[in-house]
T-cell receptor, first 117, second 112 residues
Framework: GAVVSQHPSRVICKSGTSVKIECRSL??????MFWYRQFPKKSLMLMAT?????????EQGVEKDKFLINHASLTLSTLTVTSAHPEDSSFYICSATSGLAGGNEQFFGPGTRLTVL | AQTVTQSQPEMSVQEAETVTLSCTYDTSESDYYLFWYKQPPSRQMILVIRQEAYKQQNATENRFSVNFQKAAKSFSLKISDSQLGDAAMYFC?????????FGTGTRLKVLA
């Protein structure tokens, strides 16, 4: 149980275009979803936290208008990178928690590699 | 402030040997969890082991065990009988009130 999927796994786009990444909890209802960014050989950097039906809470330094997060249902959250530029190229990981697992355990998706040309 | 520190950027271990990865943390809470995650080359984050702070007994999961010392705020991971598949980044994580606090990670290399 507790499977989280992400789509797409890889995406290549041109500079100036927008890209949407989906994160789904497949077998549980996710009260909270998280979006991380990870640079090579570095730890996960939290970008934002989203709760179903409410606005996302962004971490300091993360541009809200560039990284649009929508958590429309208890099983789906989306991250849209607007007007992407090469510096947005990175590995993006989502996670979800049901609030029921001990320690608010987060279940992670497999990640999406974004390359902006 | 809640913090997690992993002081070993990289470790190496011979296959079949034992290795210990260190993690220290800081919190003012008395009841909490701690996690170790593995991130192999596929980059999928995999929960290796969890420890509940109120439990004095160290958690074990097959070849993985922890040495949890609450007073010292230390949470090290011991991998016994290391296998090639254990090669990965390992992250220690403290689940704060609203978000995880991750350590910087330790890259484990397993030598054949």
């Amino acid at each position: 149980g507790a499977v989280v999927s992400q789509h797409p796994s890889r995406v290549i786009c041109k500079s100036g275009t927008s890209v949407k990444i989906e994160c789904r909890s497949l077998d549980f209802q996710a009260t909270t979803m998280f979006w991380y960014r990870q640079f090579p050989k570095k730890s996960l950097m939290l970008m934002a936290t989203s709760n179903e039906g409410s606005k996302a809470t962004y971490e300091q330094g993360v541009e809200k208008d560039k990284f649009l997060i929508n958590h429309a249902s208890l099983t789906l959250s989306t991250l849209t990178v607007t007007s992407a530029h090469p510096e947005d190229s990175s590995f993006y990981i989502c996670s979800a928690t049901s609030g029921l697992a001990g320690g608010n355990e987060q279940f992670f998706g497999p990640g999406t590699r974004l390359t902006v040309l | 402030a809640q913090t997690v520190t992993q002081s070993q950027p990289e470790m190496s271990v011979q296959e079949a040997e034992t290795v210990t990865l260190s993690c220290t943390y800081d919190t003012s809470e008395s009841d909490y969890y701690l996690f170790w995650y593995k991130q192999p080359p596929s980059r999928q984050m995999i929960l290796v082991i969890r420890q509940e702070a109120y439990k004095q007994q160290n958690a074990t999961e097959n070849r993985f065990s922890v040495n949890f010392q609450k007073a010292a705020k230390s949470f090290s991971l011991k991998i016994s009988d290391s296998q090639l598949g254990d090669a990965a980044m390992y992250f220690c994580a403290y689940p704060g009130t609203y978000k995880y606090i991750f350590g910087t990670g330790t890259r484990l290399k397993v030598l054949a």
